[in-house]
Structure formats: structure tokens, C-alpha cells
Nanobody, 124 residues
Framework: QVQLVESGGGLVQAGGSLRLSCAAS????????MGWFRQAPGKEREFVAV????????NYANSVKGRFTISRDNIKKMVYLQMNSLKPEDTAVYYC?????????????????WGQGTQVTVSS
């Protein structure tokens, strides 16, 4: 089992940057695929980015490709989401999640554990 705690959200102007962090507890962190999702008010939770067990493979939603970068540090048990060139439409609560499988890594249903979320607000 793994517990996840996100941090790093806040208010930023359009064009700015933020770095989200996700701290994991438990001694099996490196056995999980780690993803970031987001949910805007009135909308469904959507996939943002995912990184595999070693950090060697990543995948991104088209809406963030080229602007966001996901990474992980298995020794520190941390996952990061570097967000650059932020847009107002990036405003949402961002969630860190853990999955035991790489298959279907864009789907909410594929993830077993979730953090509580951190709010990101981008002003125009």
C-alpha cells in the first residue's frame, strides 16, 4: 500500500510556472507507475501525465505536451510535475496517483491509490 501527499499548488499568472510534488510513503514505491490527473469544477477528472517504474518512459495528454514534464525520484519516493507556460485552462485540482500496471495508464480506473489533491489556479 502507498499513501500520497501532493504539494506545490498555488496561484500563478498565465505564462508562469509551477512545480508540483507528490510524496509517497511505503516501501514499494518503485513498484508503482505514477500519474498526475486534474479535475476542473464541473468536469471529469482527466489524465495529465504518467511515468513508469524507472522514470525512463513517460506519456502526456496532448493538452500539456511540450509544457509539462513528469519525473520521479525512487530514492526520495517523490514524483514531480513541472508545469511551464501555464494557461487559464490549466486551472484545476491536481492529483497524484499510483498504479501497479502501465497498461491503460491514461484511465482513472487504472489507478489504485490517490492523493488528496492540490489546487492550481492560473489567472489571465
Amino acid at each position: 500500500q502507498v499513501q500520497l501527499v501532493e504539494s506545490g499548488g498555488g496561484l500563478v499568472q498565465a505564462g508562469g510556472s509551477l512545480r508540483l510534488s507528490c510524496a509517497a510513503s511505503g516501501h514499494t514505491f518503485s513498484s508503482y507507475v505514477m500519474g498526475w490527473f486534474r479535475q476542473a469544477p464541473g468536469k471529469e477528472r482527466e489524465f495529465v501525465a504518467v511515468v513508469n517504474w524507472s522514470g525512463g518512459s513517460t506519456n502526456y495528454a496532448n493538452s500539456v505536451k511540450g509544457r509539462f514534464t513528469i519525473s520521479r525520484d525512487n530514492i526520495k519516493k517523490m514524483v514531480y510535475l513541472q508545469m511551464n507556460s501555464l494557461k487559464p485552462e490549466d486551472t484545476a485540482v491536481y492529483y497524484c496517483a499510483a498504479s501497479s500496471s502501465w497498461s491503460g495508464n491514461w484511465a482513472v480506473r487504472s489507478y489504485d491509490y490517490w492523493g488528496q489533491g492540490t489546487q492550481v489556479t492560473v489567472s489571465s
